[in-house]
């Protein structure tokens, strides 16, 4: 019988030498003679362990990692085939504890199968929920999206059901359904892992929407700096396409729905949904004034439901195993799962999925084994650039949406970014502002020149040039962007600015910088 050895063909994997890995393995059992199947799986979120390898035992898997060329040699010799002892071992994979006290539904598959294996796909569940959806009239599939709690995960954590009924209950003969696979924030990924691991769940999440509302065109507007998910997504369409799951006719249906990837020119505003939009009928991403909502005059100025990726790949499980199912995960009004990406100075970074209501101190420590330097964290920055600092003392806060903006942060698209003590905040301020600047579309006036502004101000007091004048001014410029901005960048801009002055005040006060 012909071994089974997986390993990862993610961008993370990829990058860490995933592929020589993968030709050494082949290399390794062809010179042994050694009957070998080599499948490319996508990551299953542990990125300290990348590459990490799996050998098919007896039915289970077996991790190895991380693995580089020059360790597969002595892999061989050590049996690992047949689970072997070596310094790389890491015994069952679904029993690493990182990945056994998850709770994954949206990441249910991503790692475990072959993303563009349909076979894979369905054998694992896939396409249960858009059988179920087509059992359906469009506003039942509604219900059951609105009753499951789900809130967008893209950052604003707009209740999914009800943006979708205002595209259902919109008059048009032309609606469409689009992703926001823009992916900007700082120290995220999770639209990335979940588009190169398990495209089908992302394609099937949006043919549910289309049928949903009434839609027949989709477009997955992608970042043009995520190739492989690129490729993996164009190759999954081609695959569901060529199977009926896709096109004219959806799984017999009569109900059409086509799907396209439209790459992106690079800019954080483009995932504005507004942006994005301009940026999908080929103007540049400048933000539109709201109203009209995009779910009444969207794309092409028809009704557009504008979804995160992870909003939409949460879709099928949701219908498969209904709306109460998804709710019993979770607190209060944050019901479901988040698949939250650690990152920055951690020493296990990667993916978590689980239930709201897990702690920041949990997530940390527990998951991430505090800062990969070894020095204490002092705080951590919630939901990408944006986002507010979080300091240490309030580590015990639970992520979830109320529990979050009751400190004065945001949970954003669940990206957790770690610094230890060395962090100098009144530059990570200044970093916020220059970061507006440069993003910044131009369109309204706050945002334009109050981040060059804001630059100048923190800058002044580093310098130690009126520092009390100027601190006051730095906040009375926030509350100018935060109340005066057109859109999210310049508005949001002041939550890490704020949060840093407010629990690292000692940072702006510290001797000038000469
Ligand atoms: C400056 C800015 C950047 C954004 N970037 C993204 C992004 O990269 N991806 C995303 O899904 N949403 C992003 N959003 C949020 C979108 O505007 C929108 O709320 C989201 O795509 C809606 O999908 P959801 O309801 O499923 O979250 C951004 C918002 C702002 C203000
Ligand atoms: S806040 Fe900034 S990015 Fe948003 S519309 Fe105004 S100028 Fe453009």
């Known amino acids: ?29 062809a010179d042994r003679g050694i009957d070998l199947t080599l499948k490319r799986n996508g990551s299953r979120g542990m990125c300290w362990l990348e590459p990490l390898v799996e050998v098919v035992i007896a039915g289970e898997r077996y991790a190895y990692g991380p693995v580089s060329a020059s360790d597969v040699p002595g892999l061989f010799a050590a049996g690992f085939l047949h689970n072997g002892p070596h310094s790389l071992q890491l015994g069952r994979t679904d029993r690493i504890k990182y990945f056994s006290s998850q709770q994954r539904l949206t990441f249910v598959r991503v ?51 009800i943006k979708w009924k205002t595209v259902l209950d919109a008059r048009a003969s032309q609606k469409y359904v689009t992703c926001n696979a823009d992916e900007g924030d700082s120290g995220t990924f999770s639209d990335r892992m979940l588009m190169e691991g398990d495209p089908f769940v992302l394609i099937e999440g949006m043919t549910i929407a289309a049928l949903a509302v009434g839609a027949a065109q989709g477009f997955i507007y992608l970042r043009i700096e995520y190739p492989h998910a690129y490729r993996t997504l164009v190759e999954a369409i081609r695959v569901a396409y060529e199977a009926g799951y896709l096109g004219a006719d959806v799984l017999g249906s009569g109900r059409r729905f086509d799907l396209e990837v439209r790459l992106g020119a690079g800019a954080y505003i483009c995932g504005e949904e507004t942006s994005m939009l301009e940026s999908l009928e080929g103007r540049r991403g400048e933000v539109r004034v709201r109203p009209p909502l995009p779910a009444i005059k969207g794309l092409f100025g028809q009704p ?47 993916l978590v999925e689980r239930a709201f209501g897990v ?79 440069i993003e910044s579309c131009g369109k309204c006036t706050p945002c334009r020149i109050g981040s060059t502004r804001g630059v100048e101000v923190i800058d002044r007091i580093l310098y130690g040039v009126d520092r ?44 000038p910088v000469r």
């Open 1 to 29: 019988m012909s071994a089974i050895v997986y390993v990862p063909k993610d961008a993370s994997a990829l990058s860490l030498g995933a592929e020589t890995v993968a030709l050494a393995i082949a290399k390794e059992a």
């Open 111 to 161: 790692g475990v199968t072959e993303p563009t294996s349909l076979s894979d796909y369905i054998s694992h569940g896939g396409y249960d929920g858009l059988r179920t959806a087509l059992s359906l009239p469009p506003a039942e599939i509604v219900q059951v999206v609105t009753d499951s709690g789900l809130r967008g995960r893209g950052g604003a954590a707009f209740p999914t059901g």
């Open 304 to 350: 557009t439901i504008v979804n995160n990726v992870i909003s939409l790949a949460s879709v099928p499980i949701i219908l498969a195993r209904g709306a109460a199912f998804y709710r019993n995960y979770g607190v209060g009004r944050s019901q479901g799962t988040l698949p939250i990406q650690l990152a920055g100075n951690i020493q296990r970074g990667g």
């Open 359 to 437: 702690s920041l101190r949990e997530l940390l420590y527990d998951y991430g084994g505090g800062s990969a330097s070894g020095r204490p964290l002092r705080a951590v920055q919630i939901g990408g650039p944006l986002g507010a600092y979080v300091p240490a003392s309030q580590f015990d806060t639970i992520v979830d949406y109320e529990s979050l903006t009751g400190i004065g942060a945001l949970l954003g698209h669940g990206g957790i970014v770690a610094f230890d003590d060395t962090v100098d905040m009144a530059r990570m301020a200044r970093y916020a502002m220059e970061f507006c600047a």
């Open 468 to 511: 009390a004048k100027n601190l006051q001014v730095l906040e009375d410029l926030c509350e100018t962007m935060a109340e005066g901005s057109l859109c999210g960048l310049g508005g949001m801009t002041p939550f890490p600015v704020r949060s840093a002055l407010r629990h690292f005040r000692e940072d702006f006060t510290k001797p």
